[in-house]
Every structure is written in C-alpha cells, then in structure tokens.
C-alpha cells in the first residue's frame, strides 16, 4: 500500500511566524502535491512538483513556499503565517502519467493560526 | 476552467438505507477518484475509474466519461461511513486533479 506521510499532525502558530509542514512519501512517485481543504469546500492545490529540487505553483500559492530537496520530501512553508491560513492541509503523491495516476493522500495538517 | 459539481452537499441516511452522490464535470474528464474523508480527518481513497463500474463492499462507483459524471452508491449505511466525501478527476493540465466540493454523509441509528 502506498504511503505518504506528514508531520505535525497538527500546530498552533501565532500571526506573523513561520511554519513549515513536511511531507515524505516511500511511493516511489515522481509528482507531490500540497493542497489545502477548508470546511465546505474540496482541495484547493497550493503548489507541486514532479522532480526534486523544483517546484510549481497550484492555484493558491499566495502566502506560500514550497521545497522538494529530494524525490521522497516536500514541503510547505509558510514565511508568515495569517489567520486565514488556518486549514487542514494534506500532501499528496501520484505517478502521473500512468494508467494508474491514483492519488495517494497523507493524514493531514491541521494548523490553527492565532 | 475544470468544473466539478457534487452533490449533494449534505445527506442524512438511517442505518440500513442507501443512497447516491453524484459529481457532475465540466469537460470530459478521463478518469474520477472517490475519497472519504474519516473522523480523524484522513483522507481514505475509494475507487479510482477510467472507465464502467467498481464495487467494494457497500460501496459502488460508476463512471460515465462521454456523458461527465460519476456515482457513488452506498447500500446498508452504517454509523461508520459517517464522513465527508469528495470526488475528484484529472484536470486537462494533466497532473491537476479537480475536486468536489464534498458531501457531508450522517448515518444515524
């Protein structure tokens, strides 16, 4: 079975301090994604990569860095944090490209920002 | 841009009942993932179609691409499928996925 994983689990942060939410996958999978889900709405992408050391952005990167030092890592950071970033965020992998390009989710974030 | 419209947004079902979700797309859409997101806030994949049907256990998810859309069928609800579920497609940028916006199921006793 596929596995990614995140830590922390969950994290209070206060307004203006960074946070940095960690992402590894032993899939083997070349495409990571962060996506970020907010109550009544689905995941919205926030950035990706689909190589190590490069990332692109998703549809909501405002606010947002991303990093992907190795093909297992990625991870999401944010510089300074703002209320409106509390959410529950969740990493991803696929093998995009493949008949089989099923995304395999982490347990999720949950940040809480004060 | 890719659209994916589910519904229902909310559906309450009593232990023993069924019923269906449906995503409607946009565009045509070469594939669909069904998710359920538990009570600890995981997200748990369910199916994932290109094409026809899929069935596990109570669950059974269809998949229509010329016509764009996708159901999600579950039979003798139990306390335990309680959760939100999402579906979600490929985007046309290829390594994008769309999602729905979630239905809240609840089954009560």
């Known amino acids: 079975e596929a596995a990614v994983t995140q830590s922390p689990r969950s994290k209070v942060a206060v307004t203006g301090g960074k946070v940095t939410l960690s992402c590894h996958q032993t899939n083997n999978h070349d495409y990571m994604y962060w996506y970020r889900q907010d109550t009544g709405h689905g995941l919205r992408l926030i950035h990706y990569s689909y190589v190590a050391d490069s990332t692109e952005k998703g549809d909501i990167p405002d606010g947002y860095k991303a990093s992907r030092p190795s093909q297992e890592n990625f991870s999401l950071i944010l510089e300074l944090a703002s209320l409106s970033q509390t959410a529950v965020y969740f990493c991803a992998s696929s093998d995009w490209g493949t008949n089989q390009d099923t995304q395999y989710f982490g347990p999720g974030t949950r940040l809480l920002v004060l | 841009g890719d659209q994916v419209e589910q519904s229902p947004s909310a559906l309450s079902l009593h232990e023993g009942t069924g019923s269906a979700l449906r995503c409607n797309f946009t565009?045509?859409?070469?594939?669909v993932q069904w998710f359920r997101k538990n009570s600890r806030g995981s997200l748990i994949n369910l199916f994932y179609l290109a094409s026809g049907t899929k069935e596990n256990g109570r669950l059974k998810s269809a998949f229509d691409s010329k016509e764009r859309y996708s159901t999600l069928h579950i039979r003798d609800a139990q306390l335990e499928d309680s959760g939100t579920y999402f579906c979600?497609?490929?985007?046309?940028?290829?390594?994008?996925?769309?999602f729905g916006s979630g239905t809240r199921l609840l089954v009560s006793p």
């Open positions: 979600a497609a490929p985007g046309t940028g290829g390594y994008k996925v769309v």
């Open positions: 565009t045509t859409m070469r594939a």
